[in-house]
């Protein structure tokens, strides 16, 4: 396991993975305190995993589909109703630059 | 009617009998609301003038014989419960003004048996918490001692609870925040086994470990919601297609015999002292009802709990990201501190370069932790732990180290890891404060763990006790 | 400078299932009103669970099959996190490591995997109060959308073209899609570079990308526009492909040229991770088995089998099996003529083929009988005799008064079904001709 160092610079470009933006105090305190958390953690180091499956879910459950039938969707005023800005029928965002 | 010492059970008996009417329980229960919600904060909407319409047609059905299973019954549900035209906010000032289209499954079942929405109750933000401290919209109290916190992430619904402000209410449990609230306020708590109740509608915290369950006053109530809110749900995969049985058939069968197992790992350094007396006490009353105790061992349990911080904070950071603010809430800008440390720290141990190290490598980790409980329950019937390894901590103690305040969760995260069921049952007081002991049983094992749960209720009859 | 080129393709098809891929809401979305078909989940709502439509991983199966794909009996969806405000949810569920297909081959090309995943919402770009927006509309958000990707084996852009025609002559013969190009229904991201041989060395360009094609002729244009732009760049910069130095450029249809969009590819790291809402996917041998026998004939198959069984051209063969409809209703047709007594050379073949898989045609309403003007018959072979024709004519007449009716009416061309009637009653043994006339002769009088 990488030893992790997590430094004010590499906090801005995870804040940008992750969608968010940091207070200037955050970007501060983060480092420390996820640091330490990823210490902790890192714990797991100890243990010798290698011939081991991991698990992603705890059911069991396997093959759980749906039929291809259609049914019912919102109306449009539902879908828009808690929107901050909408026009007509559309959802309004900002101008996004191209995938 | 002693609101005081009503449970569902007793209500509905009530209700039948027409001993007092259903408006008079709303009425009852918003009473106390008024007394008491302004210091504890328990609740973040309240809905009076509904709920009193509810009620009165409630009164009608019951009076032209009508039968549902909890027809008149007042509830509250955590505020991440989607409830369709109520403020629904997750407590968090992203949602603030957030109003569903749909409800969720539970509520929907919940509703169609007849349930009355007392309100929405407070919670840390996106249950992103283990004290109740850290909700957008004011922390809770716990009742048992105002300085004290209630436990978390479902702080309101068992603050709720325990000072009779609602009958019952729903919560959620990722890593503990059913079971520890419930054992910080003195009610019962249950956490059912991954994928035995739906959750479809409920704001999702970590997919993989979400269980969704309910804090009441006994046993014999937490078994009776169970039977209404479990099945498979053809809205979430996830849900199992076993066969939901009836939960309070077999409550007061005798318990002699049964095979407790107490894990040697949970009674470890951690473990305040008279918390540890306390659970040994309630070992023996259990030993008084006949079962047999005997010592086994978790041997992984010392890495549950950074197994659990990989994987939930991964998980967390994806369930977040829908909100952008867009289609609805405030935008991404609105989450508080909590949420931003989960979204960094699982966006961290998702990215690339990373991923094998520490995603991977827990998920590997929680294999092991799995197996741990697939061995045990091959000697043992169920096992019995602390739920928390301190009594209700002052209100502050834990905020300024996150580290800190995720250990609370030490004991509790297991159950989480592994999808098996637990239930979290007063256990007695120390200076006056909740101690609560958590039953924990393999999957699908509810019916056992009520049966262990009522016997020693009853013996015990902690559940009688009030706050002051 | 000699050079080689080399091309991949990523193609995304959407599925013609009748619900969305993790939800009920119905795929049919083209067209309608913005966000009307859009529920809880496709919008990503707080709460909202994915379920996964069965058809879509039984069409994708059999695709890969009609690939010659190998199946992978355990298989699972994995969230492939990013934002972007088409995505409701931050993450669309894909597949990563275990797609439902992998390692085929069509047309002499190597597939690398066929895999499941969900398509996103669509946004227009626009100006309102001097200010530029986006307005999204989720009413694809969600539809079923497969994911085939080749091995860069394709050395041309004609070859290239050619390879994508075939692939929606493929899908569409399958029944899986529509795969209308100009409806957004097929996508195609080529991604492009060359081997250049200078002074007897191999030298390889970084790869690029491309982005924004919208139908086959821009797939053709940007792919030749690009190999140009390589060998000039490369003539200029000596710039050679490096891990991480690969570029993503957009088909400008405007100026005609590929424009670059990313400064370096920042490879997006999507961060991976098994889909949790969504048990995975176990087939087992006989259920793989049982879907392969659904695959119905390929086109590559059908085309020649026509040829050799009806003599038809090539051209004629491909026309008319451009849909499952048309190529049916032909054989449907012929078979009919069969059963009236008519062999093959009796029936106009080629124009009875060029007729279905004309224009004319209409898909919906298709051809009532057989047309008795694709029968043709030698005037000797019609056997029987006369009174016997007049006998059916009378009984045709009695069976069918409301298309009499309507004869007398005016409509005049309804007499070729009766012209048919008699032709299935005589099994063929009467000329059409002779029979319209009698029949003609008959209403008249009647």
Known sequence: MKSSKLTEKNIKHLSKLAGLKLTKAELSKFPKQLSEILTYVESLNKLDTKKIEPTAQVTGLENITREDKSGKSLTADEVL?????????FFVTKAILEK | ??????????????????????????????????????????FITLCEKEALLEAKKADKLISEGVKKSLLGIPMAFKDNFLTRGIKTTAASKVLQNYIPV?????????????????????MDAWAHGSSGEASDFGLTRNPYDRNKVPGGSSS???????????????????????????????????KPTYGRVSRYGIIAMASSLDAIGHLTKTVADSALLLGITAGQDKFDATTSPSPVGDYLKNIKKSVKNIKIGVPKEYFREGLEQNVKSKIKAALKEFEKLGVKVEEVSLPHTEYALAVYYIIQPAEVSSNLARYDGIRYGLGRKMFAGEAKRRIMLGTFTLSSGYWEAYYLKAMQVRTLIKQDFDKVFKKVDA?????????????????ADPLKMYLSDIYTVTANLAGIPGISIPAGFVNNLPVGMQILGPHFSEDLLFRLAYHYEQQTGLYKKKPV | MEFKVFIGLEIHIELKTKAKMFCRCAADYFGHEPN????????????????????A???????????????????????????????PKGYQISQYDLPLCQKGEFEGIKITRVHLEEDTGKLIHEIANNQKVSLIDFNRSGIPLMEIVTEPDLRSTTQAKDFLKKLQQLVRCLGVADADMEKGQMRCEPTVNLEIVKNKRKYYTPLVEIKNINSFRFAEKAIEYEIKRQLEEFEKTGLEKQAGNKTTRGWDEKRQKTVLQREKEEAADYRYFPEPDIPPIRLTDSQIKALKSKVPELPGVKIIRFMNQYGLSREAAINLIRTNIRADEFEKKINEAKKYGLSLQEIKINELASWIGGKKFNQKKKLKEIPVIFIVRAKKDYKLPKEKVIKTVNLVIDNNQKIVEEIKKGKETAIEFLVGQVMKETKGQVDPNH????????????
């Open chain 2, 102 to 122: 749909y409800d969720a499954t539970v509520v929907d079942k919940l509703k169609k048996a007849g349930v009355i929405i007392l309100g929405k109750t407070n």
């Open chain 2, 156 to 190: 309101g619904s068992a603050t709720a609870v325990a000072s009779r402000m609602a009958l019952a209410a729903t919560g959620t449990d990722t890593g503990g925040s059913i079971r520890q609230p419930a054992s910080f306020c003195n009610v019962v708590g249950l």
């Open chain 2, 1 to 42: 009617m002693n609101i005081d010492q009503l449970t569902i059970v007793k209500a509905k008996e009530g209700l039948k009998k027409k001993e007092f009417s259903s408006l008079e329980l709303v009425e009852g229960y918003f009473k106390n609301i008024k007394k008491k919600n302004s210091q504890l904060n328990a």
């Open chain 3, 435 to 446: 029979a319209r006339s009698i029949l003609r002769e008959k209403i008249k009088s009647a």
């Open chain 3, 57 to 87: 991983i039984e069409l994708t199966i059999m695709v890969g099959q009609a690939l010659n794909c190998q199946i992978n009996s355990f298989s699972k969806f994995d969230r492939k996190n990013y934002f972007y405000p088409d995505l």
């Open chain 2, 383 to 399: 096992l019995i732990t602390p739920v928390s390894p301190t009594l209700p901590f002052k209100i502050g103690e834990k905020t």
């Open chain 1, 81 to 89: 109703s808690n929107a901050k800005k909408k026009d007509k029928n």
């Open chain 3, 36 to 55: 009307t078909h859009v529920c809880p989940v496709c919008l990503g709502l707080p709460g909202a669970l994915p379920v996964p439509n069965k058809k």
